[in-house]
């Protein structure tokens, strides 16, 4: 059985961290899962699986997870708060690390309403700071959150989201020192495309001290078309797509869009690279893992360090 994370050994060692992600399919096939996993192995050091994302079914993510060690991959398990109270979470916790699981998400989640179930009820019986410090409280305590003890705790790499994006702009560094002092351990961003806003935010971050703390990868998704920047800009919320990017894309062909979207990813990376407070980055190419490989030689962060 594995003993720690692959990832957190990787940002440890001070190496420039790049994970990746995986939709679980809406249905049984564990081919799927596998056939997504091989554009991706050997190129991230870690794969995001995603809970329900836009509350939609589909495989649990823990089930993924497992699929995806099977394939010599290191998953990030993603968990929300939306569909489960703080007896199932715990439970899960403890089942997926005794399956290899070390490194976990801790998310609020979509809303239901989003989703293929809106008039499904939300559980949110605890909230995303919760889940961090439940966790946290797992494993250096050795403790449930009801106090009680707990036999072998989870040794999981604790990993939360950040949105630096959302108003009051003002406000997100302050989000981001809450969930370090609920115990975070490294936090992945919303994907950007508004490159100052985010300098500004890890400017902040870097003030206060916070990224000494904890480790940042930014996020990044490229953009296949036009059509899909445009309803990220402006069906998303959260989202700060400016119109530079937008005209970028609209300047070239119609079939040369996705690979311009590839272009202004991999500018962004390079500039991550050289970012004080970033220590990675965290690549979405969700339905577009086949992309993954030409997106890491282009921004030139192969091979993948090896660290024991």
């Known amino acids: 059985m594995k003993s720690g994370s692959n990832l957190e050994k990787i940002l440890k060692a001070g190496h420039f961290a790049f994970t990746g992600e995986l939709g679980p399919p809406r249905g049984t096939s564990a081919e799927e899962v596998r056939k997504k996993a091989a554009h991706l192995k050997g190129k991230v050091d870690a794969v995001n699986i995603t809970d329900n994302q836009t509350a939609v079914v589909r495989m649990a993510s823990w089930a993924a997870c497992i699929i995806l060690i099977q394939e010599g991959l290191e998953p990030n398990y993603q968990m929300v708060c939306r569909d489960r109270n703080r007896l199932a979470m715990q439970a899960d916790i403890l089942g997926a690390y005794a399956h290899g699981i070390r490194n976990m998400l801790c998310l609020s989640g979509d809303h239901c309403k989003f989703g293929d179930h809106p008039h499904a009820k939300g559980v949110f019986d605890i909230d995303s700071m919760q889940l961090i410090q439940m966790v946290k409280k797992m494993r250096d305590e050795g403790k449930f959150l ?26 997100r560094v302050h989000r981001l020192a809450k969930k370090i002092n609920a115990g975070v351990d490294f936090i992945q961003s919303q994907c950007i495309y508004n490159m100052e806003k985010f300098q500004e935010w890890i400017k902040q971050s870097n003030e206060m001290g916070l990224t000494e703390k904890v480790y940042i990868l930014a996020g990044v998704t490229p953009m296949k078309s036009v059509g899909m920047a445009k309803y990220m800009k402006n069906n998303v919320p959260g989202m700060d797509v400016p119109d530079e990017i937008i ?14 979207g590839i272009k202004i990813a991999c500018e962004q990376i390079e500039q991550f690279k050289e970012m004080k407070g970033v220590s990675g980055v965290h690549l979405m190419a969700i339905e577009w893992e086949h992309k993954v490989p030409e997106i890491t030689e282009r921004a030139k962060v192969l091979p993948r360090p090896q660290v024991d």
Request: glycine letters at 10%; proline letters at 10%; charged letters at 35%.
């Open 146 to 171: 009801s106090g009680s003890e707990l036999e072998e705790p989870p040794k999981i790499f604790i990993g939360a989201a950040a949105n630096p994006f959302a108003d009051p702009f003002e406000w």
């Open 247 to 260: 005209n970028r894309l609209k300047g070239v062909d119609k079939k040369k869009q996705g690979d311009e």
